[in-house]
């Protein structure tokens, strides 16, 4: 009859403590919640059920896909971080939106958006920040301006797009992950970002920003080409 009664008490003790943990782990989740912050050039109202996470998933060629939600006041630390585990080189990219008067020669269509991509070639991450530090505030606080670098040999992308998402194209994702789970990103199976919680009722935008009368666009075209930078293509960006 003891020994009976010392496993009911144990049972107890077990189901209060996976209660307890649980109940933890749902404080986490939501004080994260209140605190994920959007850059400034990004607007949406309801953020509900978004906060900072990552899901893993495997494409068909192998590649592991790693994509991060990252409030704004981590995107700096989070974009170098994660840079910084990359071996070798490789190639800048920035896409921004693409220049008007170039389309309309092109007879592109006004229905559809399109970016510019800007590449600096045969470069190492390090000489990537450089770009980065200069004009920090427009790559994390613009809208409309999405960039990465990517890796030769091996192949390695850590890209920040549209709503500042970040992806991460690896088939080395340990290094990767360890890096996001000792900066307590939570593991998801299904990620919600920013822009699931767009729709007609509740719609969100992506902006430019301008600092000191100067947009992300002037600053590709002009200051980032004079360092290396160059058009690499126009492409749709829907």
Known sequence: MIA???WSVLGILVAISVLLIARAYIRQRNSKALSFELVRGVQVPNQKGVYE????????DGTIHIMVNVSADRIVQTFLGLGELIRGRGFGIIEIPADEIALS???ASKDHHFNDTYHLPE???ADLKRSFFRFQEYFVHDG?????????SPFDEVFVGAYKIFHIFTREPDKYLSLLKDRD???VSELKTISHNISKKSPGSRESITIDERNIEEIVRKDLVRQGWYHYETKSAD
């Open 123 to 125: 470069v190492s991450f």
């Open 185 to 187: 990103f939570v593991e």
């Open 105 to 107: 020669k092109m007879g």
């Open 53 to 60: 996470a990552f899901a893993i998933k495997q494409r068909d």
């Open 144 to 152: 409309l301006i999405n960039f990465g670098f990517v890796s030769h």
């Open 4 to 6: 009976i009664l010392s």
